[in-house]
């Protein structure tokens, strides 16, 4: 049975779109099957997987409106060899829609529920806000991840974060657990993150990754490319910092073994 990770943070700009396409490509890369879920009305996620989110077709909108088979809708990425469920802009109006649903908040978990057996791990890039697709998300994940960025108020967007979490838990996904706190666009030169990162570490403990993202040009103009950082410059500090992220997930989750993939 496949791992289900949501990559959240209720603030934007913090690398959650960079870190579900480049991780999806890591894990990949360490032969794990994988899918890819967006839930952002933005559909970063999806053009940084080389699909041209104008024109998907089906979407994970009528996944979640319509009962549409994930396999009906999903993509394989342009490369990485991991497939993605689209999103585009349709998203907004069905978060709109799915508040008038009954059971809203289980239609993604009940959609997963028949595919997570194919895969390793399903990523799911959540929206930078808790709304109802964050809500959906969470509540059909094992696992959060929560990049962040070592800045002022990155603590207190956490504590939040994690009052959130802890409300999901209590109301409708008991096995939620925060899985890791991902340290993202690092400069070990700025006095100010070493000091929130020695705070996190002091506060979270384990639960902070070992592996810290750097900030890294390569790792910014990937998406623009629509490739994964791993395919645009495999030897460059972003693509190894997310290949390290890729083994320390997969060792922290032995019950994932490595498994040739189709064809291999």
Do not use: W
Request: some cysteine; overall charge neutral; proline content about 6%.
């Amino acid at each position: 049975m496949g791992v289900v990770i949501a990559i959240a943070n209720q603030k934007g700009g913090v690398g959650k779109t960079t870190t579900c396409v480049n991780l999806a490509a890591s894990l990949t890369a360490t032969q794990r099957r994988l899918l890819l879920v967006d839930m952002d009305p933005q559909g970063n996620a999806t053009m940084g997987s080389g699909i041209d989110k104008g024109q998907t077709g089906r979407t994970v909108c009528e996944v979640l409106l319509d009962d549409l088979p994930v396999t009906a809708a999903i993509r394989m990425a342009a490369e990485g060899n991991y497939v993605v469920l689209p999103a585009n802009q349709d998203l907004t109006a069905a978060e709109v829609e799915l508040l008038q649903r009954p059971q809203r908040e289980f239609r993604l978990r009940e959609a997963l529920e028949k595919v997570v057996g194919d895969y390793d791990y399903v990523l799911i890039d959540c929206p930078p806000a808790m709304n109802i697709l964050t809500v959906n998300a969470l509540t059909a994940a094992d696992y959060v991840l929560i990049p962040m960025q070592c800045e002022y108020y990155a603590l207190e967007g956490l504590t939040a974060l994690v009052g959130t979490i802890d409300k999901i838990r209590a109301s409708v996904n008991p096995k939620l657990e925060i899985h890791g706190i991902l340290r993202t666009m690092f400069d070990p030169r700025n006095n100010l993150a070493n000091e929130v990162s020695s705070q996190l570490v002091t506060h979270f403990g384990e639960r902070v990754y070992r592996t810290v993202i750097p900030r890294n040009i390569r790792l910014a103009e990937a998406p623009s490319f629509g490739k994964p950082v791993l395919f645009h410059d495999k030897y460059s500090r972003g693509a190894l910092a997310y290949l390290a992220l890729a083994g320390e997930i997969n060792r922290r989750i032995p019950s994932v073994p490595r498994r040739d993939r189709p064809g291999e």
